[in-house]
């Protein structure tokens, strides 16, 4: 029963892998990790669509016939001229996508391909509240997992914190409101890489949007050691935060692009501290003798303060419980 209960229709958004954890794409055995994943989340929702660019599907030929027919529906997008070595989708073309295909009363959702979600009727509760001017933020809450990516929701979190604070896993608003934070969405983000889920709410505060926190244990994250590289990272978090600083003062408003501008520049100028310090310089000295260059240290500081800013906007809402 697609979310029966909510009066507007919900388009949950991801990008399904061909594989996750070791398991090939299977949404015939309810059994694996990502059938178990994207049946979590059909109470909430009345479709699924999975984005991907022509380059990936021309890839996988197969890849969005078995989606289909795992009832996922499929959103093909072609890549802009600076991604098109990028398999994964640019985050700013798949939402231009994601809103033109969308009905007018349409809300959004986004969150990752491995995600599962613990409490369908608190979503459907805290989505069928959501006005205009919100949007829903979630971090996600760390689980022990099996090796095939199985979890118990009643386990203890895992010793990494029952929250993890490295960035956002889901996020909700409607189609209009989405609409209005295109134009302050970095064109360098790619949807499941780095900083997307940093700068992307950034963009929707910037419009005015009201953040909205549904919980943590909302959803839940199987614990895995892959991270990407630190200079993934770097690389990544360094054209985003250029770019959004130039799309905020040429086509955002000023009282935000100058709030966002003091909040970056105490981060960027606090002391990180003896330990930190030492830290960074044995990554600056890896990254010179592996790639040759220096890093951009001041993003962990950004990272830090987006998070900030976030939480304390959040702190100010009410939650939905």
Same mark, same amino acid.
């Given at each position: 029963?697609?979310?029966?209960?909510?009066?507007?229709?919900?388009?949950?958004?991801?990008?399904?892998?061909?594989?996750?954890?070791?398991?090939?794409?299977?949404?015939?055995?309810?059994?694996?990790?990502?059938?178990?994943?994207?049946?979590?989340?059909?109470?909430?929702?009345?479709?699924? +669509?999975?984005?991907?660019?022509?380059?990936?599907?021309?890839?996988?030929?197969?890849?969005?016939?078995?989606?289909?027919?795992?009832?996922?529906?499929?959103?093909?997008?072609?890549?802009?001229?600076?991604?098109?070595?990028?398999?994964?989708?640019?985050?700013?073309?798949?939402?231009?996508?994601?809103?033109?295909?969308?009905?007018?009363?349409?809300?959004?959702?986004?969150?990752?391909?491995?995600?599962?979600?613990?409490?369908?009727?608190?979503?459907?509760?805290?989505?069928?509240?959501?006005?205009?001017d919100q949007?829903?933020?979630?971090?996600?809450?760390?689980?022990?997992?099996?090796?095939?990516?199985?979890?118990?929701?009643?386990?203890?979190?895992?010793?990494?914190?029952?929250?993890?604070?490295f960035g956002?896993?889901?996020?909700?608003?409607?189609?209009?409101?989405?609409?209005?934070?295109?134009?302050?969405?970095?064109?360098?983000?790619?949807?499941?890489?780095?900083?997307?889920?940093?700068?992307?709410?950034?963009?929707?505060?910037?419009?005015?949007?009201?953040?909205?926190?549904?919980?943590?244990?909302?959803?839940?994250?199987?614990?895995?050691?892959?991270?990407?590289?630190?200079?993934d990272w770097?690389?990544?978090?360094?054209?985003?935060?250029?770019?959004?600083?130039? +799309?905020?003062?040429?086509?955002?408003?000023?009282?935000?692009?100058?709030?966002?501008?003091?909040?970056?520049?105490?981060?960027?100028?606090?002391?990180?501290?003896?330990?930190?310090?030492?830290?960074?310089?044995?990554?600056?000295?890896?990254?010179?003798?592996?790639?040759?260059?220096?890093?951009?240290?001041?993003?962990?500081?950004?990272?830090?303060?987006?998070?900030?800013?976030?939480?304390?906007?959040?702190?100010?809402?009410?939650?939905?419980?």
């Amino acid at each position: 029963m697609p979310a029966a209960g909510l009066s507007r229709p919900l388009i949950l958004a991801t990008s399904v892998p061909p594989g996750l954890r070791g398991q090939a794409l299977n949404l015939d055995d309810p059994a694996s990790l990502q059938a178990r994943v994207l049946a979590s989340w059909r109470p909430c929702c009345r479709s699924l +669509l999975s984005i991907h660019t022509q380059q990936e599907l021309r890839r996988l030929p197969h890849h969005a016939q078995r989606l289909q027919q795992g009832g996922v529906e499929v959103l093909a997008i072609t890549q802009p001229a600076s991604s098109e070595t990028e398999h994964l989708p640019n985050l700013h073309t798949a939402l231009c996508a994601l809103v033109a295909a969308a009905p007018a009363n349409a809300q959004i959702a986004l969150t990752n391909a491995d995600i599962l979600l613990a409490d369908q009727a608190g979503l459907i509760a805290a989505l069928e509240r959501l006005c205009g001017d919100q949007f829903l933020i979630a971090r996600r809450t760390n689980v022990a997992a099996d090796r095939d990516g199985s979890v118990d929701a009643s386990a203890p979190p895992t010793r990494q914190g029952s929250t993890d604070r490295f960035g956002f896993d889901f996020f909700a608003c409607r189609a209009e409101r989405l609409r209005q934070a295109l134009p302050l969405i970095p064109p360098s983000l790619v949807f499941g890489r780095p900083w997307w889920d940093l700068f992307f709410p950034l963009a929707l505060l910037a419009t005015g949007a009201q953040p909205i926190n549904p919980g943590s244990a909302l959803i839940l994250h199987p614990h895995h050691e892959e991270r990407w590289s630190a200079q993934d990272w770097y690389r990544h978090g360094h054209k985003a935060d250029r770019a959004f600083l130039q +799309l905020l003062h040429r086509q955002g408003p000023r009282p935000f692009a100058q709030h966002w501008a003091r909040q970056r520049r105490r981060a960027i100028l606090r002391w990180p501290g003896l330990k930190e310090l030492r830290h960074r310089l044995r990554e600056q000295r890896r990254s010179l003798l592996s790639a040759g260059r220096l890093l951009p240290l001041h993003l962990s500081e950004l990272s830090d303060a987006i998070n900030n800013l976030l939480d304390g906007e959040l702190a100010q809402s009410i939650p939905y419980r």
